[in-house]
């Protein structure tokens, strides 16, 4: 099983516009991040977490021209409005792409995308939306999922496994709860949030998920949805051993 970051920023992505790179050195690629999201490969079956609005040139660099499946994590623009793209992922695999979320997710991208869902004036749908469930196989992936706090909204939180090795991925979510910390157990890679270093009313920041990986065991982790303030090589040196910044293309393979 292989995951691939496709993009590891905030919903500003780094830069934002204007050039603003923040504290984040220009110079180093690995601070050019775009909207947050993974692609999931087990024996070429592909899983791709959130439509995010750079999701066209993510798989172009990923190489990647068809995914088997999408899951939709919550609601949120910076995860969700790259969704139009699915329509050459549609064309390429020649019929509807299984797209997975929970029930209130889906009833409100097919308010905002109703196209998408329904088809309009000669152009066919592009996804086939089935809920996410709390536990369920899309192909041969098993996938977990829990609902997290993310402040006035729910956003999933997932689990991924081959039968063997088990990927944990959470970003946006504002508390990290006990049955968060029950559910991600025993995880051997943990893909999580950390915004920034001083707090955030809806994310993590970065003393909070070291806290939530110490309570998690201390799984081996990437961190994801920074912004800004988060330089890679300053992280690089400052986070403890079995922790490391994300950057955009990151491939781990378990």
Not at 139 to 156: D, F, N
């Amino acid at each position: 099983m292989k995951v691939r970051i496709l993009g590891c920023g905030t919903s500003s992505g780094v830069p934002r516009i204007g050039n603003d790179w923040g504290q984040c050195d220009p110079d180093n690629p690995r601070n050019l991040r775009s909207r947050s999201s993974i692609l999931i490969s087990l024996g070429g079956f592909r899983l791709l977490v959130d439509t995010s609005p750079d999701m066209r040139l993510q798989l172009l660099d990923a190489e990647v021209g068809a995914v088997d499946g999408i899951i939709w994590t919550h609601e949120h623009a910076d995860h969700c409005h790259g969704l139009d793209d699915l329509r050459q992922i549609m064309h390429l695999r020649g019929s509807l792409v299984p797209a997975y979320a929970r029930n209130h997710v889906l009833d409100t991208l097919k308010w905002r995308f109703t196209y998408a869902f329904a088809g309009n004036a000669g152009y066919p749908a592009l996804v086939d939306p089935i809920d996410l469930l709390d536990h369920q196989s899309i192909g041969p992936i098993e996938v977990s999922a829990i609902e997290m706090p993310h402040g006035p909204i729910k956003a999933s939180g997932l689990i991924f496994s081959d039968g063997v090795h088990k990927i944990g991925y959470a970003t946006d979510f504002s508390k990290f709860t006990d049955d968060m910390v029950d559910f991600f157990q025993g995880v051997d890679l943990f893909i999580i949030d950390a915004l920034r270093r001083y707090p955030h009313p809806t994310h993590p920041h970065l003393a909070m998920t070291l806290a939530a990986l110490e309570k998690c065991g201390n799984p081996r982790a990437i961190i994801t949805h920074m912004d800004n303030t988060m330089d890679y090589d300053d992280l690089a040196a400052e986070l403890p051993p079995g922790v490391e910044p994300g950057y955009d293309g990151l491939e781990v393979q378990l």
